[in-house]
Each structure stands twice: as C-alpha cells, then as structure tokens.
C-alpha cells in the first residue's frame, strides 16, 4: 500500500490505489478524483460503477475495421454513404475517433498498434490478414496510411507500401503537418484534417526525400 495512505479507510485508500494505476494519474489526483466521488450523491456513483461494469462487454471491436464498435460491425462500416473504396489505415481505435472529428468520409482499417522489431510486434500481430482480405475484394481503391510519425509508424508505413506495391491501388500517405514524433490524439481536427486532405501519394513523397 502507498505509504501516505495510512491511516485513510480501507475502501477509500483500496480506490486511491486503483486510481493511481491508470496512466497520467499520479497518486494527488487520484486522491482527488476518490474524494470527489465519496462527495457524489450514492446514485451518482453507482451509475459510474455501472458503466465500468459493462464497459469490457458493451464496447468490442469491429470485426471488419477493427475500430470500437458495440456490435459485429462498427456504425461507419455499416454506414452505405461512406466513400468504402478510401481506406485510412491507423495504428488505436482512438485514432478513429480523432479522425472523425474532421470532415473525412472514407472508412479505417485499425491495426492495433505499430511494427516494433525491438517489442516483438511484427506483421502477425498486428491486424494484416484482415487488411489482406479487404483489399483482395478488390473494392478498395486508395489506401492512406495515418500511421504516427514515430520511427515505428514511418517504419509501419514503408511496409504497407510495399507490401501492396504491385496492387492497382493509390498508396498514399497524410502529409507532414502531423509533428515529428506525433500521435494523432495529441492533434486537433483542423490539424488532422488537413495532413488527410493534403495527403501525398507515397511515390511522389519518397522521389522528394
Ligand atoms: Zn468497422
């Protein structure tokens, strides 16, 4: 148990400890938020643990794009007015979220996470195969990598790239006002919009280099 929480109710200081697992809540506010939560109506409270509860079961992935969805297939690979044949390709399913809040309306593909030699991630443990199979129903016209602009995701984005080469399919990748280093939850939707409208055919951007 963390130190300063001696003397603190078992429950209270057991909920400040869970807290302070969470990435970016250090052991302050994970104090606050359980002080604020015991100052909540019981109700409140309650309906929050609900939500928690159900959260695993409730929220799944899309068995097409692999973005969060609370059924088989996500609301945007079932919605018929999206633009199915433009594929952006992204590393979470919270970059999906980022990404819609632009203005694009093509569909995703969500790799779940970025090639990394050094961590063991290589192509088989990312969500290649199901890419594969989208792109051999030959619906696919434009694939446009969002990878981030970390050494992994441009390393990410080089394997797509050749490894869909010798298809008959536009290769293209979001332009460089994504920071070097980026994730694309840390940009705002102009930003993002942009770096997807100003995007770069991977041929012409590696001719430039
Ligand atoms: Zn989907």
Known sequence: MIHHLSGMPEPLA???????????????TAMRLALNMLEQSENDV??????LEHLHEQVQFCDTCGGFSTANHCSICDNMKRQHHIVCVVEQ???????????????????HGRLSPVDGVGPEQLRFN?????IADGKISELIMATSAT??????????SRRYAHLDMQISRIARGVPEGGELEYLDEYTLSRALEQRVLWEQERSAL
Request: proline share 4%.
């Open 130 to 134: 199901s890419l594969d199979t989208r």
């Open 14 to 28: 057991r909920l400040v400890e869970q807290l302070s697992a969470f990435q970016g809540i250090g052991p302050k």
């Open 46 to 51: 309650k309906s929050l643990a609900g939500s």
């Open 93 to 111: 399913p919270v970059d999906v979220l980022m990404l819609e809040r632009g203005h694009f309306q093509g569909s995703y593909h969500v790799l």
């Open 151 to 160: 050494v992994d995701g441009e390393a990410t984005a080089h394997f797509i």
